[in-house]
């Protein structure tokens, strides 16, 4: 084994160290001849660094080294900026499968390069065991995951805590670190480079300047960017400053003003605390490196970064809003810290050790968090992600990923106590990236972390290493160690499985989800139904899939049915018989996919709803899954009150089919126990529009004309926009006798929508109770004027009756909506 010492080591000691034949080197240990193995002994580090120096010359040249430094550099350029438009995801799935691809074939290149020359090179850096650590949480908490399949691969909300995404990062890392050249300056230029274009069109888009729109729609909105998030982007502007505010005399200097001009304009355009809160710690951590051993340092290198934390926190005070590009920006809407907190705090009461797996704070909130929204708009909005990456890593990975981040946060420790002891020997470019790896980890702890910024903060690590640890380079000679020599020759054969495996199922989930972008804006059910069949092909185990797949197949039977029955076609009951089947039987399917997941009950309960009519007893069975859907996301009231539609459908149903002679009795319990559950859907959220309406038609249908007068009359404030419920709140106060009531809610329906020919229908009827003849005559003529109406017998009938002065009816409560 050669150690290469750093040049700050200044007492040595005599080591053993191995060397392959090819070096010029014949020291013999005296004890070691008999062996067939060749040991030099080094008196000094000087023959140390001249063995790794050769050794690093021969590898330069080698393909497979050459083959990993050009997949390092375009992989660091390209992954920031890569965004296609064939996959449901622009971003993330496209970054995924870029990172499994660079990963795969830099491990592969290292392997064969390890087998070709029968050494191993190692840098060992305190970074290594925080990585390995986080690798190997993931990989627990897949195993125990409540959702396995997802967690390994991801949901397209929520790819970058995937074990697949995790596993890429962490092979990349290694590459970086034990393949890097010249402290890898090649990588920080590429990373600097894809950082500047990245800043550079994120900040044109935000003002309205779209240079790809014409390759895809979604290229046109001012959110768009190739980074993630408008505060994603944001957070890598306040991340990557340190890299770009440096004086350089070279071409990178116009790089670093371009890129440094668009970030603070990005800072300035969004100004969020959060974000300068980044900026300020980077700054900090910049200025702070830069001071610590370097004796003296004119104070004139502190321009920038001072000036920028005088502005982030001006800034912050005064709450400066750019109302001219902001308002054309999206909210980012996300749970409170408090929310994310509380949610992780709860899943891990439920599952200490590991959590709830990769991917799985969208089953945790559900369960722990979604009863905090039940009384806001957002009551059915499901959150994938937590404010604070810190806070989806403990629900995703529990106790054992908190151990794995502070086995990151001891080698952090120990980097700054390694820099400050040797900081006069690390270059600028090194004092950056820590400045930046500073950032990200204070980004950590403040916003959701996406494949970029993941990747950002494993590249930045292996960085780092290289920067500070460059002279600690180990080669092992392996082809003389049987042990080692099997061990590689294993090694080789299993990484190379693995990634084979990586490959096949990446590149089969990559496909599925184009095959399923396609279903998504198919221009017919029949195209999209093929399409959604293929992706089912390819990958089988998206609960996803399944559930749109059953929404479709219950559109194809909606079309069927709604198809005039030919005589001739005999096949029609087959196929209306196979689509109900099919529709069941794919929700199932998704159920069985995740049966954690409440969208998967939720969407079983809507597919036996749909078949209400059409399938004997099949109420009780929406009623068990949305039941269950409830369980699992108890504060969501949308669940009980679906429940509350499945009985009110019912009673509708059986007063029709009972046609004069009804069967009251069963009407009465399905009106009783839908009544029941919108009334526990109010009780969990006492504002759920939805639920104290339809509540007040269940009371309607029940002949209480006084309690659902009550119920609309407490949303009607909250709607004042809606014509069509203040108009059912009229017909209400019509039919229970409140005529004054009822006449000015219909003309006010009449300021909102002056051609809603029912209210001026019911409008007429009043003015000629009234025994106002001319305004209820003008109210008809006003109906024949909307073009779909000028031949409506009804009113032309009635019209004709009051020019002549007859009476339409004796009551006009009795008059039916036209």
């Known amino acids: 084994m050669v150690n290469e010492n750093t040049v700050h080591n200044r007492s040595f000691k005599i080591r053993k160290l191995s060397y392959t034949r090819r070096m010029d080197f014949n020291f013999l240990s005296p004890k070691k001849e008999e062996a067939h193995t060749e040991t030099a002994v080094y008196q000094d580090s000087k023959a140390a660094t001249l063995a790794v120096s050769h050794y690093n010359e021969e590898h330069s040249k080698d393909r497979y080294a050459i083959i990993i430094r050009w997949t390092l550099r375009i992989g660091v350029f390209l992954i920031p900026l890569l965004a296609l438009p064939w996959t449901t995801s622009l971003l993330e799935i496209n970054k995924q499968l870029a990172l499994v691809a660079v990963a795969g074939i830099g491990l592969l290149s290292w392997l064969l390069s390890l087998v070709s020359t029968g050494r191993l090179a190692w840098r060992g850096s305190p970074f290594d065991k925080g990585v390995l650590a986080i690798f190997g949480a993931t990989i627990i908490a897949t195993i125990f995951s409540m959702s396995r399949y997802n967690s390994l691969f991801g949901l397209p909300n929520d790819v970058a805590s995937a074990l697949l995404t995790i596993t890429a990062c962490s092979i990349i890392y290694f590459l970086i670190v034990n393949t890097s050249e010249n402290e890898g300056l090649e990588l920080v230029d590429a990373l600097k480079l894809s950082l500047t274009i990245a800043l550079a069109y994120g900040l044109l888009q935000i003002v309205g300047v779209s240079l790809l729109k014409g390759l895809w729609s979604a290229a046109a909105s001012r959110a768009f960017n190739t980074v993630g998030s408008i505060n994603a982007l944001g957070v890598v502007a306040a991340a990557s400053l340190p890299f770009f505010i440096r004086k350089e005399n070279s071409w990178r200097s116009y790089m670093n003003i371009a890129a440094s001009a668009a970030a603070l304009a990005i800072l300035v355009i969004l100004n969020w605390w959060v974000l300068w809160v980044v900026t300020i710690a980077d700054m900090v951590a910049l200025i702070m490196a830069e001071s610590v051993g370097r004796g003296n340092l004119s104070l004139s290198k502190f321009i920038a970064p001072m000036t920028i934390i005088v502005i982030g926190s001006f800034l912050m005070v005064i709450n400066l809003n750019v109302v001219a590009v902001k308002k054309n920006l999206p909210i980012e809407v996300g749970p409170s810290f408090n929310l994310s907190f509380q949610v992780a705090k709860g899943a891990l009461k439920e599952s200490l050790v590991t959590g709830y797996g990769p991917t799985g704070f969208s089953m945790a909130f559900d369960k722990y968090g979604a009863n905090s929204l039940a009384n806001s708009t957002l009551s059915s909005t499901k959150f994938f992600q937590s404010t604070s990456a810190f806070a989806t890593a403990l629900v995703n990975g529990g106790l054992v990923m908190l151990l794995a981040l502070a086995a990151l946060a001891w080698g952090l420790a120990e980097s700054i106590r390694y820099y400050i002891r040797h900081a006069r020997a690390i270059r600028p470019e090194g004092t950056a990236a820590l400045a930046v790896l500073a950032a990200l980890i204070v980004a950590f702890f403040l916003y959701p972390f996406n494949v970029s910024l993941t990747f950002l903060a494993f590249a930045l690590l292996g960085l780092v290493s290289v920067t500070l640890w460059k002279g600690t380079k180990r080669v092992i000679d392996i082809e003389n160690n049987v042990a080692l020599s099997l061990s590689s020759s294993l090694g080789f054969i299993g990484g190379l499985i693995v990634v084979l495996i990586g490959v096949y199922f990446s590149v089969s989930n990559y496909i599925a989800d184009a095959r399923y972008a396609q279903a998504l804006v198919a221009s017919s059910r029949e195209s999209a139904a093929e399409h959604m069949a293929e992706a089912i092909n390819w990958n089988g185990h998206s609960d996803e899939y399944y559930r749109q797949g059953s929404q479709l197949t219950l559109g194809l039977l909606s079309e069927e049915l709604a198809k005039k029955a030919d005589p001739t076609d005999t096949e029609r009951t087959t196929r209306i018989q196979n689509y109900m089947v099919s529709a069941i039987n794919l929700a199932r399917r998704a159920i069985e996919q995740g049966p954690r997941e409440m969208m998967n009950w939720d969407n079983l309960g809507q597919v036996y709803q749909s078949l209400i009519g059409l399938v004997e007893g099949v109420e009780a069975l929406a009623e068990e899954s949305y039941l269950k859907a409830a369980e699992l996301r108890p504060g969501d009231p949308a669940f009980h009150n679906k429940i509350g539609n499945v009985y009110l459908v019912r009673a509708q149903l059986l007063r029709q089919q009972g046609g004069a002679t009804p069967n009251t009795q069963q009407i009465a319990e399905a009106l009783d126990r839908s009544e029941k559950s919108f009334q526990k859907a109010i009780d969990i959220s006492n504002n759920f529009g939805l639920a104290i309406y339809n509540l007040g038609i269940v009371y309607d249908a029940q002949g209480k004309l006084a309690n659902a007068i009550r119920q609309l009359e407490k949303i009607a404030p909250y709607n004042a926009n809606q014509p069509n419920l203040k108009f059912e709140l009229g017909l209400l106060y019509y039919r229970n006798g409140d005529k004054d009531k009822a006449l000015g809610m219909f003309q006010n329906v009449l300021v909102l929508q002056p051609e809603f020919s029912n209210a001026r229908w019911y409008l ?42 007859k009476p339409t009816q004796p009551k006009g409560v009795d008059q039916k909506p036209l």
Not at 771 to 782: E, F, P, T, V
Not at 788 to 794: C, F, G, S, Y
């Open 764 to 805: 007429s009827l009043l003015y000629e109770e009234k025994g106002d003849i001319s305004n209820a005559i003008d109210q008809l003529r006003k109906i024949l004027a909307v073009e779909v109406n000028k031949d409506n017998e009804t009113v032309l009938t009635r019209l004709h009756q009051l020019e002549q002065g």
